[in-house]
T-cell receptor, first 114, second 116 residues
Framework: GENVEQHPSTLSVQEGDSAVIKCTYS??????FPWYKQELGKRPQLIID?????GEKKDQRIAVTLNKTAKHFSLHITETQPEDSAVYFC?????????????FGTGTRLTIIP | GAVVSQHPSRVICKSGTSVKIECRSL??????MFWYRQFPKQSLMLMAT?????????EQGVEKDKFLINHASLTLSTLTVTSAHPEDSSFYIC????????????FGEGSWLTVV
């Protein structure tokens, strides 16, 4: 099955600076890569996703890049703000005729230092 | 936007009893829902995939007789923790796949289960 690794596990960034979180996946058949933000005790919120037919996607301060050859994808947050502090999870999904399931990375606790 | 509602948000039960958690997709139909378990400061671990009208598919190591899943309609899946023990205490989260909309997956609010 799919295995997703995520680094770093914790990340502290000065407010206004950029944050980068990286994930690697094992199964080259994976074609969908979402990123979720989770605040303590709350549901994961989808913040951005990318499919294997594109290499980069951007939504305001958030961007995701995908390198299919190397099997890794990254989340980039620019101009970080205190409200960006949370745990971020990457995930990967393998096509399976409508039975796809997400395999999550281990999470990155991002702290924005005011 | 797509909304997934989970109930109850918090529940305390005694050891040996059973507790049911509901997961509803409020504004879309979900033929597939997922149940996760999350321990403090850890990632989401998939327990089982729930398919409407058929048996759930459980991940390796998850006891299907202990974690009963029912997906009787296109908007509702339930997880019943049977004969609960303190080690079952955890944060349980469901998610639902919105078919036809890029198959995006949306999460419920989660349920904190405490077994005393």
């Amino acid at each position: 099955g799919e295995n997703v690794e995520q680094h770093p596990s914790t990340l502290s960034v000065q407010e206004g600076d950029s944050a980068v979180i990286k994930c690697t996946y094992s199964d080259s058949a994976s074609n969908y890569f979402p990123w979720y933000k989770q605040e303590l005790g709350k549901r994961p919120q989808l913040i951005i996703d990318i499919r294997s037919n594109v290499g980069e996607k951007k939504d305001q301060r958030i961007a995701v890049t995908l390198n299919k050859t190397a099997k890794h994808f990254s989340l980039h947050i620019t101009e970080t703000q205190p409200e960006d502090s949370a745990v971020y999870f990457c995930a990967a999904s393998i096509p399976n005729f409508g039975n796809e399931k997400l395999t999550f990375g281990t999470g990155t606790r991002l702290t924005i230092i005011p | 936007g797509a909304v997934v509602s989970q109930h109850p948000s918090r529940v305390i039960c005694k050891s040996g009893t059973s507790v049911k958690i509901e997961c509803r997709s409020l504004d879309f139909q979900a033929t597939t829902m997922f149940w996760y378990r999350q321990f403090p400061k850890q990632s989401l671990m998939l327990m089982a995939t729930s398919n409407e009208g058929s048996k759930a598919t459980y991940e390796q190591g998850v006891e299907k007789d202990k974690f009963l899943i029912n997906h009787a309609s296109l908007t509702l899946s339930t997880l019943t923790v049977t004969s609960a023990h303190p080690e079952d205490s955890s944060f349980y989260i469901c998610s639902a796949r919105r078919t036809g909309f890029g198959n995006t997956i949306y999460f419920g609010e989660g349920s904190w289960l405490t077994v005393v």
